[in-house]
DNA sequence: CCGCATTCATTGCACAGTCAACCAATGGCT
DNA sequence: AGCCATTGGTTGACTGTGCAATGAATGCGG
């Protein structure tokens, strides 16, 4: 029985994760939203923002990709988008002619510093006391 | 300093829990691709299977939608494509004219017992041991 | 009994994401 | 130097998802 019970914890565990995930995830979305900005842009903005405080924030596209669990079209897509809103700037590296660095504008240091109390706050309410909930809801 | 640690304890929490469930997420997904389904079809199936072991394992579709993380409507063409693949069969509930019952089909729940396996190895592997890994890698 | 608000499920539309194909640039090899 | 394999990033086609609107059935209140 200890067998079955340990199959047992593991899915369950599966499944609080999966929960907390949507809740969370979610969260952030409606936060963001009003913003103009899902959780995967704010995760990009955020990496960008704290990667270099400097104004040489430049990041290639790979390290990016590195860091958010996005594919690097998708990545690609969403830098594209936030530049059209003109959040980040792209700039072609001059040592590997093949690489773009991305860099955050001054409007999108402004969101950043704007939105980020904003989803600490919903890690704190929703990832707050609890380190893994496994009983009810 | 002890508040600013609990801010970033809470960041780190919530990458951990990004990275774990895009890791398992994933190869749960690519363990099932070959056999026609994806994480979420699976989590469906799974439920269906271990609601009710019986023959009459009907289930209302806003039951389901009560224990997976996904609207109403994309559970809905999730249960149009698995009975396009003949796996579910919906029949109207007699009680409510406006339910649905989804039920597993033989062929569903063969396709469940084959599967099962496969998804509790991902879960055992990457969920195995370590409640939340929280260094390299 | 008829209308009206509510609930269950499905469908239209828009959007974000993946995979595969692609172009551009680099680096090694002959 | 010229070629080829490899790496970095973007684009096309497709899939899956959510929101909002819709259709259908129920139940309540007049």
């Known amino acids: 029985m ?19 995930h949507a809740r969370t995830m979610c969260e952030i979305d409606r936060v963001l939203h009003p913003h103009g900005l899902g959780a995967s842009d704010f995760e990009v ?19 990016l990709a590195g860091r958010v669990h996005l594919s690097q079209s998708a990545l690609s897509r969403l830098i594209g ?18 690489g773009v660095y ?14 980020l109390p904003l989803q600490r706050e919903v890690l704190a309410r929703l990832l707050g006391g609890r380190a893994a909930a496994h009983g009810s809801s």
């Open 102 to 115: 991305v860099a955050l504008t001054g409007k999108g240091r402004d969101l950043h510093t704007e939105v």
């Open 45 to 63: 903005l955020d990496i960008l923002a704290s990667e270099a405080p400097g104004q040489g924030d430049q990041c290639r596209v790979q390290n």
């Open 2 to 20: 200890a067998v079955k019970t340990a199959e047992s914890r593991l899915e369950e565990r599966w499944r609080d994760i999966l929960s907390v």
């Open 81 to 98: 988008r936030l530049e059209k809103d003109g959040l980040v700037e792209r700039s072609v590296c001059a040592e590997d002619r093949r």
